[in-house]
């Protein structure tokens, strides 16, 4: 079953003069349980897809449709909830002054839900938190932990999908790899679709079955994961991207012209 | 792989240690390495002590720190006891240091070519004619199309890759025979990030450096460095050279090379490293 439809999305920011188009005519699906990842470099309109299906930017043409319903600009409760986002850097998207218990608490009074502590603790236990962790504060918790509560806080709202932009990013290689068990053990689990965007290619063909490769607001190839390890992409830039997850490559040429 | 014969610094068994409210916290414990004209990398996770050890070679420590070393010789310089004043003519001018992220570590008040002018009219007395002609020819040796243009600019003004271009240029241009670069591409995209490898590997060779490469990521610093030195809660764990990085021997290297998530060799779960409280004792 189609989770995520997109078609000719576009969106922008700023208005009049100051109008800058960011992402440019983007199509694709996404079925229930797949994990559809976005990569590409800074500026490149990853994020900006993220935010426009998260509805956080609402300046967008085309057509979305999630869960079978097709989404306005403005969206009721339920469908907000649909969809959550995880951020980067777990460093400055959790509350340094709320407890993690107030933390997690927040979007349930937000949606009006009910049984709000056995819902905290079920999400604290899903993403592997001892419970009293709730009367703990952010500077209290390693950086791990804390990427553990922002899942946990996306996950309180019982959402069909995630969205997650760059959740790794910040991380140390060996906590990455427990998040990114914890992510696929929850997928598997809850029957999760993600979105993930992330500049790092191995990342991302570690978790996700297709990967769109943006560049310039646009996709230039979407590429399935089978493709990405045989090594048959057929963008050249794509294959720019998948040398630089593996290091660097010396070049006997001289090298590369100014960017500007 | 062959010792070259000469080494540019020598660390023989470095501490580090912070006084703090609640007690001694030692971020580097027992250390020793040395650098000769190769490229050494270290590696680390956060808090593994390794942008410590480098500041600590610069002498760039807050007073309070207390730095302990059998020898910690650069050169002909002792650098434990060598006068503040002798280090102010070798920081800049013999060693010298890149840092992360080139929006924060660029005056911004400056222009670029002021910047990179200051070091040889500080180091070398030179006239500022003087000092314009070697910037304008650094910032062509890393590429910069149209350093004229470019001398004029403010850091805001410039992109990530070109800022760390002017970093590398304003570090080299007084030929220090030893660079730092803490994380040097770490705030860069994949694409820039070769660009600004290569120009950094092109220097390092043709002026014969040493240069310490202080990254958390494993891919790069194998790819790139002769020789690996990994570190652990403060400590040398161990030290191999780049290319036999996958016969590596501790189990704390082994389980770094195994949580990462690769395109050659991919696997349906990583592994979490776990941490041995062995590994704390030398």
């Known amino acids: 079953m189609t989770m995520i439809k997109v078609d000719h999305l576009a969106v922008s920011y700023g208005q009049g003069d100051s109008l800058v188009r960011v992402v440019n005519d983007v199509s694709f699906e996404v079925s229930e349980g797949e994990t559809f990842g976005l990569v590409g470099e800074s500026g490149c309109g990853k994020s900006t897809v993220l935010g426009a299906l998260a509805g956080r930017n609402r300046q967008w043409t085309g057509s979305i449709r999630i869960d079978g319903e097709t989404i306005g600009q403005k969206r009721s409760i339920s469908q907000l909830a649909k969809q959550q986002m995880v951020f980067q850097d777990p460093f400055g998207s959790i509350h340094p002054r709320h407890t993690i218990g107030r933390t997690l608490l927040e979007p349930l009074e937000i949606h009006g839900k009910d049984n709000r502590q056995e819902r905290v603790e079920k999400a604290l236990k899903d993403v592997g938190l001892p419970l009293n962790f709730r009367y703990r504060f952010p500077h209290q ?48 689990r809850e029957k999760l679709t993600y979105i993930l965007v992330s500049h790092d290619l191995a ?27 045989a090594g048959t992409v057929a963008h050249p830039y794509t294959r720019v991207l998948m040398d630089g997850s593996r290091g660097y490559v010396a070049s006997k040429r001289p090298v590369g012209v100014a960017a500007s | 792989m062959l010792k070259p014969p000469e080494n540019i610094l020598t660390v023989q068994n470095m501490s580090v240690e912070f006084p703090t409210l609640s007690g001694v916290v030692t971020a580097v414990r027992n250390v020793s390495f040395s650098v000769g004209r190769e490229k050494v990398g270290i590696i680390g996770e956060s808090g593994s002590g390794k942008s410590t050890v480098g500041r600590s070679i610069m002498r760039l420590q807050p007073p309070q720190a207390i730095v302990k070393a059998d020898r910690l010789q650069f050169e002909d310089i002792n650098l434990l006891t060598a006068p503040e004043e002798q280090m102010l003519s070798v920081r800049g001018r013999r060693i010298s240091m890149i840092l992360q992220d080139p929006k924060y570590s660029l005056n911004p008040v400056m222009t670029v070519g002021e910047q990179i002018s200051e070091t040889v009219i500080l180091h070398e007395r030179v006239s500022r004619k003087e000092a314009r002609q070697r910037t304008l020819a650094m910032l062509e040796r890393v590429n910069i199309r149209d350093p004229q243009r470019v001398f004029d600019l403010y850091p805001h003004e410039v992109s990530g890759g070109m800022g760390q271009r002017i970093m590398i240029s304003m570090m080299l241009i007084a030929s220090p025979s030893l660079i730092i670069a803490d994380e040097p591409t770490s705030a860069l995209d994949v694409t820039v990030r070769q660009q600004v490898l290569s120009i950094l590997d092109d220097l390092v060779t043709e002026r014969n450096l040493g240069l310490i490469f202080i990254s958390h990521d494993l891919n790069l610093v194998r790819s790139f460095c002769d020789r690996v030195i990994i570190m652990y809660a403060g400590r040398v764990v161990e030290t191999i050279a780049a290319a036999d990085l996958d016969d590596a021997q501790h189990p704390y290297t082994r389980g770094l090379l195994n949580a990462l998530p690769s395109l050659d060799h991919p696997r349906d779960r990583l592994e979490v490293l776990r941490r041995d409280p062995a590994w704390l004792e030398n």
């Open chain 1, 141 to 188: 918790l390693s950086g791990g932990q804390r990427q553990r509560v922002a899942i946990a806080r996306a996950l309180i709202l019982e959402p069909r999908i995630l969205l997650l932009d760059e959740p790794t990013s910040a991380l140390d290689v060996s906590i990455q790899a427990e998040i990114l068990n914890l992510l696929k053990d929850l997928r598997d």
């Open chain 1, 203 to 229: 990342v991302v063909a570690h978790l996700c079955d297709r990967v769109a490769i943006m560049q310039n607001g646009g996709f230039v190839e979407i590429a399935t994961k089978a493709q990405l390890l």
